[in-house]
């Protein structure tokens, strides 16, 4: 009993001493603090650190009266001390507590006020009262989360927009893998909203991507869809995808769906070969005959101790084009592909291993890797040009095509880096984004490997010795043997 109420004082306690309300904005990530009155139960906020925070216009104050005026966009605060009344624009909204004058400051009451500016001029805004967070989207947002609602036949996946997009500008696709995919061009996806979004139904999990141009909505599905449709409400304003499934669920079904997801073949891909050798190193060391090297102790280790089948885009020195690589690996019914290269920089200092996916690069380092990676298409005998430029629009519909494998070929990318981390002295670059040729394509998740820097004499030394590409080898397998029973594991819940 005696604790109960040293516990019931305690809540007192914390909610008369005043911590300030965190100020999260989603667009940069920064942070800043809002004082609050301290000595009141509740919380009030300062409206002059509101201002502060949303805009650069100052509020004005009138001492006498006790009224301050925000200046918000086009929009207008009117506060006053001691009421309960506010007015934005024309309008009157009464707040169920008084308002608090401190220092030239008006208090206002946190949960009444935020309610109001968010139904009236601000509705980016949420205050989250328990954690004291204020979360303002300054960034427009024009998704903002999905709603999904459950029915004996089907999920009803109704995603709210805060704009009627054209229907062109909307695709979806069912994938085999089991993830439903939704691209919306001209979106701006809230992806924290979306990642809070409660999954029901038939949808496992929601997983959101902000590109250049588009969207990409992501819904791993529990089990087989017959079909899906999708319509667009103008009032409210939502995208409505109806995926229907089959009213008794077919275990021949599921299984079917687990034979196409297990990772039964691996595609290996050792870069360069023939007429095209690579970065050479100050020894004369090859990148094509490292590339073939490790990629055969990786396939070696996979057949010797696993009954994954392991498909070579090439076994022996000879050439072959970008383009015919990932075509090679979808038409073997590739589960996974992994291109390995050295890596080489004018910098012979410039040392590590890293692994990259395919995405528009972020870092000039990223951009030159993969312009020399991609530079062997001038020894390609074409008659008719395969390559698009790799730019623009371009870069953007062959990421998109890939992004469906992204977030798989993201975690397969980090486990290698740990793999190899492991077993190599060397140093991890991590994982790392670029526009490769030779990912473009692959209808599986795909990363390459730059397994260390020729250019860099030591690094050359190591690289020569078979032990070293050894343990390369090594930390590539377990983490390829890691990443499949990830991903199966993922079968053994359904
Ligand atoms: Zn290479």
Partial sequence: MILRYIILFLMVLITVSASPVEVI?????STTELNTLSGVPGTFVSARGFSDIITSHKPYYNADRQKMVLYVGEHRIKLSAGTGFIMVGEQVYQMPVHSVLQKDDIFLPAEAFFQII????????VYDGDRHILDIALVS?????VNIDEKANGTILRIQTRKVFDERDVSTFKHDNGWFYVTVKGGIVDTTAMKRSKTRGVIRHISADQMDESVQLAFQLRSEIEGHEFYQNSDPSELVITLRTPLSKSANRIKSVKDRWRLDTIVLDAGHGGKDGGAVGKFGTKEKDITLDITKRLGML??????????????E????????????????????????HANSNPNRNAKGFETY???????DDAIEVASRENGVIRLEDRDNDPYAELSGANLIMATMAQSMFMKESENLASIIQAELDKRIDSKNRGVKQAGFYVLIGASMPNVLVECGFLSNPNEERNLKKASYRQKIAEGLYS?????????EQVLAEG
């Fill in 25 to 29: 904005n989603r667009l940069d990530q």
């Fill in 118 to 125: 968010r139904s009236t001029i601000m509705p980016g805004i």
């Fill in 141 to 145: 947002f024009n998704i903002t989360g």
């Fill in 302 to 315: 996979l057949e010797k101790n696993t009954n994954i089948k392991v498909v070579y885009t090439r076994d």
């Fill in 317 to 340: 020195d000879v050439f072959i084009p970008l383009y015919k690589r990932p075509k090679i690996a979808n038409e073997n019914n590739g589960k996974l592909f992994v291109s390995v």
């Fill in 357 to 363: 996916l395919l995405r528009p690069g972020k870092t």
């Fill in 479 to 487: 983490a390829l043997l890691s990443f499949k029973e990830s991903r």
